[in-house]
């Protein structure tokens, strides 16, 4: 029989982003933890009895799990207690599609164990923005522009791809024709754009630029405009499934 190797017992703040049934008594879960990403855990007799985990194992709450690692085996849920709960996410359906989608978001672009507090962070006050009342589709646009740039996707906005003007020294004569090439992760200017690419304003282009900062301060602070928004949701979801290789499946692949 192989040695089981030496145990280890870790503790962190978590969400939960999927649960199944393991038997007639298990769950195998995983969490996107603050200390080290996300984990895989397997809740032992968790169907037997709902005292066992005080009913904590809940979706859009923040939770405080404890678990142990065994080298070469999932890791074994003991503990998991409530810290804040989100549930006014559930009042409304588009509200809990776009919570699923961004533990799923921070799931995919995040898989590597190891710590991941500033991812965390973000998806931590995108979820309490949600439940209080944020727009769904802005808290969005705001986690996949600071999680694509946290995690080294992000599209360089500096300037124009082609003659290099600098973003802050367009024209508004151009920002009309300013076009974002999604394969390439760049804007051409409307001094050099000819066809191709996703019309983007300039507004736009600075409000991305901006939520790539993944600054707390200015995520909480920036209320986007409507006709912001609809141009960063016709151009960000795609950019990031084209890089990321991926659609994702709480808003439909894309319909978000």
Known sequence: MPSQGTRSFKSSRA???????RGEADLRLSFFTESDG???MMAKAALRSRKRFGGSLQK????QTEWTE??????ILNSCSLLSSYWEIV???????????LLELAASIFPQPGPKPKAFRILHDEMRSLASGEPPSAAARKAEAAFLSLGGWGPDLGGCRRCGLPADSLERKDARSVRFILSEGRFICGNCASSGGLPMSLGAVRTWKALQS?????????????????ELQAVIPGYLELHLGKSFRSLGGGKQ
């Open 38 to 40: 996300l984990v895989p």
């Open 70 to 75: 065994i080298p070469g085996r999932m890791a």
């Open 60 to 63: 859009y709450f923040l939770l």
């Open 91 to 101: 009042a409304d359906w588009e509200r809990v599609r776009h919570a699923d989608y």
């Open 15 to 21: 969400f939960l982003v999927r649960s199944a049934d």
């Open 214 to 230: 993944s600054s707390p301060s200015i995520l909480r602070r920036l209320r986007i405009p409507n006709n912001i928004l609809e």
